[in-house]
């Protein structure tokens, strides 16, 4: 991803920026980690491991990353996993920065596309 974050300022105002998306959104949280795995911020409706989540973030995105440079298909757009009690969305944020949030059972996955597009808008603004 060319456009840059700044990582300080999401690292310590991070939260109260998924907390608005999240709520917004109907969500049950987010997550922004760093490419080794720990979070740098989050915000869950619910109890939640975010260092769990935060790890597991940062690995999904860097099995992907890895799969699409090995078979030249670019980089990543959003990988958006559906189970049976939710589905988990995972973005690229360019600069060695993974996100990823959770929506319930039923969640409209175009909506949550759009507002994936218009959230990391908002985060490479922050």
Known sequence: ???SVDVSKLTAEGTQLLQG???K???EGAVIATAEGLEMASYFTSDKDADLI???TASMLSVLSS???NTDKGALNELIITAE???IAVKDLGDDIAFACLAP???KMGGLIVALKQFMKEIHSF
């Open 1 to 3: 991803m060319s456009v």
């Open 21 to 23: 998306f999240v709520e």
């Open 25 to 27: 959104m109907g969500l």
């Open 54 to 56: 935060a790890a597991d």
């Open 67 to 69: 799969a699409l440079e």
């Open 85 to 87: 009690g939710g589905s």
């Open 105 to 107: 059972k039923g969640y």
